[in-house]
């Protein structure tokens, strides 16, 4: 079992930027592909970005493309969310989550863990 908790979220003019963090428990962080979503109220849950095991492969939504950038630590049990050039469309709660059998996937229903989310407000 894994247990992630996002951090970082807050609120920032457009143009700005924003380091989220998410933090897993256990020992087998390396094992699991990451996988950044967000969601406001009314909407669907959007995947954002996925990283691979090893950090070497990354997936990118089409609308973050060039302005996020995902990353991870394996030895500080730790994937980051860096967001650059913000724009009110990014407010959303943002979820990390864990990928057991996948490689980093564009749907929720492959990840078998999420975080509570952390808040992003983008004030115009």
């Known amino acids: 079992q894994v247990q992630l908790v996002e951090s970082g979220g807050g609120l920032v003019q457009a143009g700005g930027s924003l380091r989220l963090s998410c933090a897993a428990s256990?020992?087998?962080?390396?094992?699991?592909?990451m996988g950044w979503f967000r969601q406001d109220p009314g909407k669907e849950r959007e995947f954002v970005a996925s990283i691979s095991r090893s950090g070497g492969i990354t997936l990118y939504a089409d609308s973050v493309k060039g302005r996020f950038t995902i990353s991870r630590d394996n030895a500080k049990n730790t994937v980051y969310l860096l967001m650059n050039s913000l724009k009110p469309e990014d407010k959303a709660v943002y979820y990390c989550?864990?990928?057991?059998?996948?490689?980093?996937?564009?749907?929720?229903?492959?990840?078998?863990?999420w975080g509570q989310g952390t808040q992003v407000t983008v004030s115009s």
């Open positions: 256990g020992r087998t962080f390396s094992s699991y592909a």
């Open positions: 989550a864990a990928d057991i059998k996948y490689s980093g996937s564009y749907y929720p229903h492959h990840y078998d863990y």
